[in-house]
């Protein structure tokens, strides 16, 4: 099966940087689709960011001008870029993906196991 590797949380202090990065392996033929979600406790699933592997780029508008993702394609790495960060933007961070993992496959949703970002005020 597809594996997602996520790491790059942590605590932050309010206006502080991080960059988390999310490493897939396993079966893979291609990638389709990477994105970042989070959720905080009482709060649904947000989708924060999404980048197709041709480079088309979407943002949640609380993270416009602060986030930036990126991805490269060769390593099936995508990577989220945090400026500017609040507490507002503490929650865990999900990496999730569409891909197949053969030419004739379907395509499959696949997630990471979360990571922790912490913003204190």
Do not use: H
């Amino acid at each position: 099966q597809v594996q997602l590797v996520e790491s790059g949380g942590g605590l932050v202090q309010t206006g502080g940087s991080l960059r988390l990065s999310c490493a897939a392996s396993g079966r893979i033929f291609r990638i389709s689709v990477m994105r970042w979600y989070r959720q905080a406790p009482g709060k649904q699933r947000e989708l924060v960011a999404a980048i197709t592997r041709g480079g088309s780029t979407n943002y949640a508008d609380s993270v416009k001008g602060r986030f930036s993702i990126s991805s490269d394609n060769a390593k099936n790495t995508v990577y989220l870029q945090m400026d500017s960060l609040e507490p507002e933007d503490t929650a865990v961070y999900y990496c999730n993906l569409d891909a197949t993992t053969t030419a004739w496959g379907t395509v499959r949703d696949y997630w990471g196991q979360g990571t922790q970002v912490t913003v204190s005020s």
